[in-house]
């Protein structure tokens, strides 16, 4: 994999020429994010988000495993073993605050990455593969999100347990059996609850499996780059350390000041109050929410209020809800034009920033409020704009659109002037 | 094929969006949905300041005993505080003495039992037992107040607005809504959610405890004192957070002015980026 430029690993010691024989492990890191990675000279800090995904996983991990050695998986004790994480456990607090906000953290920098990936069209060919498992990256965390929202057992927990397997319930025919089924009763309780600690455990490790998968497909074609022009020599290039690491290190800096500022001053803002009080499954909140990084598409589940041709509102409701996200695997065969970045497409990037953007923002607006007017109908506009844009807007855009010029080179766009890719133009090893 | 069938997909979800929102978009206007006291009556909480407010914020700590008092001598008859332990009394500034005097005293004692001889007695609390659970048998459920500030919007904010919110019924809503009288039994206080709750004004009438601090009373300071009381008693370690949290802060300035001057000087030979 890599450019034909790479530098190789030369181990300068005796200890790691010997352990480069006998496991080349730091051959590989050296390859994968060290100075054997060539990258392209101009990537901008909207690719600052991967590494910062990576390290928020890790940061779930870590501070969730501690949690874990503390909090009791039991309806019964659940809520209470949560506050004696909170209160008697050394920096409990922290630890606690640290990851229920370091999920929203994670899922900022993966909306970013995401919204990147559609901007700059990182979906499409050679790169497919990298998106593909990156909606799967994407679908896991929320699965895992879901069911880590629900440990503390506290109202949200138990109602938005309900609420969201009550969705199975919607699936004809198999829908109430698969429904029990999965809750291990009729109502979340303490079967649902122990299940639901054991996956969350569980897949963040799965999704650490898939991102090494991401990272692997992500090295064959190499990193994509703000003129979607593909790196045509060396000089378009420069290896991943120092340059990137040192980028991605400042990067890293202003996300912790922004996370800890919240973890530190405000860490119950992005969550609900209603979740400070013990789950109480005979007292229905006023207004069942989920968490605010899934507050887009609870609107388009939320926006099908009327049967429609014999299939159930609640039915079409889900099937759009999971069908939002289900689009993104179609976006490399959907978006046809042969121009990567948004900066070169005038009419794509004006759906982008007028009518991508503002839906989102509504929905997500929409998918926090009550379920009432004029909430209901804004978020189904919003989801009627949302669905076309990906499966009619994006087709018919790549096929009227007159992309402006490229430049020609990756060099060329940074330095005006690009004599060297000129002489050596190869195309890119793979 | 994904270019065929997905604008097909689309359409499909496209029309039934517009089926419901034109569905909707109907009944709003044949049949508008009709208003209610909570919707028109309900108030925000009152706007009121907490020495722990902000980022700078600190408990004070005589409020917060005098806060304690008034749970102790007004709302611990209903009410539980099951996640605070007497030892936790000590961050309020009472000493190791004075918790355990606390401990002693305290109305509701520690219930045992004596496996040998089968009975069930009760004994005094010490430092270490969380303050005994209530049980109530009046009407309403009076909640766990441990947690309660944590567990509404606006939190010190909302209970000082409960607590001096009580009044009698408008009578704009019983004109306006007949069928929103009060209920026997029940009190109005604009600040609760559906505007009528079981507990009648728990801080009725001035200097109801006496502060050993001279401190005057009123319905209003105490009312302030306990709600700054129930802030600490949700977060007890909020100051401890606070100063963690600039401490957190510098380091990780320093340390990303640093990462900025790296990241400058790595880049000083390539133009862009």
Known sequence: MSFAWAKEYKPASGLTQWLDEKLPLPRFVYNAVGAGYPVPRNLNYMWNFGVLAGFCLMLQIVTGVILAMHYAPNALVAFDSTEHIMRDVNWGWMLRYAHANGASAFFVVVYLHIFRGFFYSSYKAPREMIWLLGVVIFLLMMATAFMGYVLPWGQMSFWGAKVITGLFGAIPLVGEPLQVWLLGGFAPDNAALNRFFSLHFLLPFVIAGVIILHIWALHIPGSSNPTGVEVKAESDTVPFHPYYTAKDGFGLGIFLLIYCGILFFAPNALGHPDNYIPANPLSTPAHIVPEWYFWPFYAILRAFTYDFLFIPAKLMGVLAMFGAILVWFFLPWLDTSPVRSGHYRPLFRKFFWFGLIPTMAVLFYCGGAPAEEPYVMLSQLASLYYFAHFLIILPLVSSIEKPEPLPFSITESILGKDESAVLNATPAAA | ?273
């Open chain 2, 1 to 273: 094929m994904v270019r065929l069938f997905g604008p097909l997909v689309g359409l499909f979800f496209a029309v039934a969006l517009i089926w419901s929102f034109g569905n909707g978009a109907y009944s709003a206007i044949s049949e508008p949905a009709a208003p209610t006291a909570e919707h028109e009556f309900h108030l925000h909480p009152k706007d009121v300041k907490f020495a722990s407010d902000g980022a700078l914020g600190k408990f004070d700590k005589q409020q917060l005993q005098r806060g304690f008092q008034v749970y102790k001598e007004v709302c611990a008859a209903c009410h539980s505080m099951k996640h605070i332990a007497f030892r936790d009394l000590a961050n309020l500034g009472y000493s190791e003495a004075e918790v355990k005097a606390i401990a002693k005293s305290w109305g509701t004692k520690q219930p045992t039992f004596d496996e040998k001889s089968g009975e069930r007695a009760e004994r005094d609390n010490i430092p270490s037992d969380y303050i005994p659970t209530v049980y109530y048998a009046g009407q309403g459920v009076p909640p766990d107040l441990s947690l309660i500030t944590k567990a509404r919007h606006d939190g010190g904010a909302y209970v000082y607005s409960l607590l001096t919110g009580y009044q009698e019924q408008p009578a704009e809503l019983l004109k306006k809504f007949p069928d929103s009288k009060t209920p026997d039994g029940l009190y109005y206080n604009p600040y609760f959610a559906n505007l009528n709750l079981a507990m009648p004004a728990p801080i009725a009438s001035d200097d109801q405890v006496t502060y050993s601090d001279g401190t005057k009373a009123t319905v209003d300071q105490m009312a302030k004192d306990v709600s700054a009381f129930l802030i600490w008693s949700a977060e007890p370690s909020l100051d401890k957070r606070k100063q963690t949290g600039w401490a957190v802060l510098g380091f990780l300035l320093a340390a990303t002015v640093l990462a900025y001057l790296a990241k400058k000087n790595v880049w000083a030979d390539k133009k862009g980026a």
